[in-house]
């Protein structure tokens, strides 16, 4: 099953209500997906020369003794189980110090813009939990998961990231993610946890990373992702989806001036102001839709 859902902000004056409008959008896909959740929210960019990182502790995690080992210029702010580490060293290189140091932990995503959240739980609990309703920014991209291939931990949770400011969604199923594995673990690449969708993410971040545009890297996918799908992904200034050549997985897009949101099922989309006179349609077959912030 699994639900999407997808909200960018048009109009800069309403991006405080990003949380407000997505909250009900995640809980309507509650039936889809009752066992874990996560939010990608994309804000307003750290200075440059600075990361921040999405960190997931397990219960009872001392997060004095991370701060204890900050240095000049690093901060950390911490929500529920959740930390967001901002800092001015390279990503890859906190990395490896956070695992070195504190090997429980999960660095969920790195870049400038993105903040992660995921969790086991319903969304209401995990919408709650890390106060969804409250947050602010450009859009966000979200899901609930029901668990079919893997197990249910915060780590198989969506969305997934790989590189900086990029996440991926999935609703659908692939039959060949330990393929692409095997291609892209002697390339360095690792992994996390053993759900398909990561195979995936991994899979188009890496093609980015080496040259394609992530519309040639979706079209290359046509071809190498085995299954069926619908992608939701989230970028530092936007939002795209597509669907498989068969299409069997659902999902609806809305737009107005003010708003684009996207979900599997009407129901998520129903309160958004404005939504009686949204242009509505469903994404086409192997087309690749994409929406940009405006700045």
Same mark, same amino acid.
């Given at each position: ?11 800069? *004056? ?7 409008? $997505? ?22 960019? !750290? ?6 990182? =999405?960190? /997931? ?7 004095? @003794?991370?701060? @204890?080992? %900050?240095?000049?210029?690093?901060? %950390?702010?911490?929500?529920? /189980?959740? +930390?967001?580490? !901002? ?13 070195? $140091?504190?090997?429980?932990?999960? !660095?969920? =995503? ?9 969790? !086991? ?9 890390? #106060?969804?309703?409250?947050?602010? #920014? ?11 291939? =893997? ?10 990231? $790989? #590189? ?6 999935? /609703? ?27 195979? *995936? ?25 085995? +299954? ?11 939002? $795209? ?5 068969? @299409?069997?997985?659902? *999902? %609806? ?10 979900? =599997? ?28 912030? *405006?700045?």
């Amino acid at each position: 099953m699994c639900g999407i859902v997808g909200l960018m902000i048009r109009n800069p *004056a309403l991006r405080g209500r990003l949380g407000e409008w $997505a909250q009900p959008m995640l809980v309507g896909m509650t039936e889809r997906g009752p066992d874990s959740a996560g939010i990608a929210v994309f804000t307003e960019p !750290v200075a440059d020369g600075l990361r921040k990182l =999405s960190v /997931n502790a397990p219960a009872g995690f001392d997060w004095g @003794a991370l701060r @204890a080992t %900050l240095g000049d210029g690093e901060s %950390l702010e911490v929500r529920a /189980n959740h +930390g967001m580490l !901002v800092t001015p060293r390279d990503p890859a290189a906190m990395r490896a110090a956070l695992k070195a $140091a504190f090997p429980q932990l999960l !660095v969920l =995503s790195a870049g400038r813009a993105i903040d992660l959240y995921k969790d !086991v739980g319903t969304p209401l609990q995990i919408a709650e939990k890390y #106060g969804l309703s409250g947050f602010s #920014g450009t859009h966000l991209v979200a899901h609930t998961r029901m668990a079919t291939e =893997s197990a249910v931990t915060p780590e198989n949770a969506h969305p997934y990231t $790989a #590189g900086e400011d990029w996440c991926l969604v999935h /609703n659908g199923s692939l039959s060949n993610p330990y393929s692409l594995r095997r291609k892209l673990e002697p390339l360095g690449i690792a992994f996390d946890g053993d759900c398909d969708t990561e195979a *995936a993410c991994r899979w188009l971040e890496w093609r980015m990373r080496e040259g394609d545009s992530l519309e040639t890297a979706l079209q290359k996918g046509f071809d190498e992702l085995d +299954g069926f799908y619908t992608f939701l992904m989230g970028t530092h200034d936007a939002l $795209a989806i597509v669907r498989d050549g068969f @299409a069997c997985k659902p *999902a %609806l897009v809305a737009e107005t001036e003010d708003w684009v949101a996207i979900a =599997s099922e009407y129901r998520s989309l129903a309160h958004l102001p404005g939504v009686a006179k949204a242009k509505l349609y469903e994404p086409q077959p192997e087309r690749i839709y994409a929406w940009r912030a *405006a700045a």
